[in-house]
């Protein structure tokens, strides 16, 4: 069983290695170190302007060879009414700039290819020139703009983690710089763990791993919601339960802790009654959770409460010091 802080940094670092990937698949493998090119197009797949100087050429060699077969050959493939197009397009061009032994040419190659005047197309607007300088810089900005957002997406979530990590590790109790040393009760004491609800947490639940001392799984606890009023944002926890879970046991062990309205309310304590034992939470007060192969003691070393009305009735802050141990089987005995 994962905690719900593992889940989260397991779904972080997914969303983090997919966006390193896509950084050095898409934009530095695909665009920088390997691009893609394009080789041996035909000429009816070039742009329009590259398409009007291959057309243009076809007809400078039908007025120098005379050959209309190879000039139909070259063109074979060309969609007709493109190719009528472009010839008219040109041919117009060329008697606009006087230029007449070409439009002859041009005309020659029509005729040849038995095609027929058009219209020509609306000549496109001219585009702007880009300033001098600037038109590489403009090509390449939404790549820079991409690589800049999916930077700081990757850095936060690195970030986030290992935040997470940094808080996980300061519940934690010192490690022991020894094996671990058999407790009183014939129990093994495990990582000590601190659990704090601020009532900024509108969805608190805090869990903990719980480890042998040669780091087998042994089960998990922690602290979340249990009730909370009805009224008032954030949400006002007038209850938080306490828990135990032990792999080798099909229980979890459950304690509810109360605030002071809600543990002297008939209806709430008959509501909480059936999520466990209800404890009245006060600071220093102790309690014991116990399954098949663990004992959990915890203490509570804080407990504010809210200033709204009623009295005492939600929790501002609760801070519990949560100690797990190990029991340990008994010793067989010689028959």
């Known amino acids: 069983m994962l905690t719900q802080l593992k889940k989260k940094e397991v779904l972080v670092a997914g969303a983090a290695g997919l966006i390193v990937g896509l950084l050095l698949g898409w934009l530095v493998i695909g665009w920088w170190l390997w691009p893609v090119k394009w080789v041996d197009a035909d000429p009816w797949d070039l742009r329009a302007e590259h398409k009007q100087a291959y057309v243009a050429m076809v007809a400078d060699s039908l007025a120098t060879n005379g050959d209309s077969g190879l000039?139909?050959?070259?063109?074979?493939?060309?969609?007709?009414?493109?190719?009528?197009?472009?010839?008219?397009?040109?041919?117009?061009?060329?008697?606009?700039?006087?230029?007449?032994?070409?439009?002859?040419?041009?005309?020659?190659?029509?005729?040849?290819?038995?095609?027929?005047?058009?219209?020509?197309?609306?000549?496109?607007?001219a585009p702007q020139p880009a300033a001098k300088g600037t038109s590489g810089l403009v090509r390449w900005l939404p790549v820079i703009l991409g690589v800049v957002v999916l930077l700081l997406i990757a850095l936060a979530a690195i970030g986030y983690l290992t935040r997470k990590q940094k808080q996980a590790a300061s519940r934690r109790g010192p490690a022991p710089s020894a094996p671990a040393a058999p407790a009183p009760g014939g129990t093994i004491r495990l990582n000590a763990y601190v659990a704090t609800y601020r009532s900024s947490e509108a969805t608190y639940d805090e869990s903990f791993s719980i480890e042998s001392p040669e780091g087998e799984f042994l089960g998990e606890c922690g602290m979340g919601i249990s009730e909370t009023l009805a009224e008032g944002t954030p949400n006002r926890v007038t209850a938080l339960e306490i828990w135990l879970f032990d792999k080798t046991d099909i229980r979890t062990v459950t304690k509810v802790l109360m605030s002071e309205w809600a543990h002297g309310d008939a209806e709430m304590r008959a509501a909480l009654a059936p999520k466990g034992e209800l404890l009245l939470a006060q600071p220093g007060a102790e309690f014991t959770l116990e399954t098949e192969r663990l004992r959990l003691k915890a203490s509570l070393t804080e407990v504010a409460y809210g200033s709204e009305q009623p009295a005492n009735s939600y929790f501002e802050r609760l801070v519990v010091r949560m100690e797990p141990f190990l029991k340990q089987s008994p010793a067989p005995t010689a028959s």
């Open 71 to 125: 000039a139909q050959q070259r063109l074979q493939n060309w969609d007709r009414k493109e190719l009528a197009s472009i010839l008219q397009s040109l041919i117009e061009d060329r008697r606009a700039r006087q230029m007449g032994l070409e439009a002859q040419n041009l005309e020659m190659l029509r005729q040849a290819l038995g095609l027929e005047a058009v219209a020509a197309p609306a000549p496109a607007p």
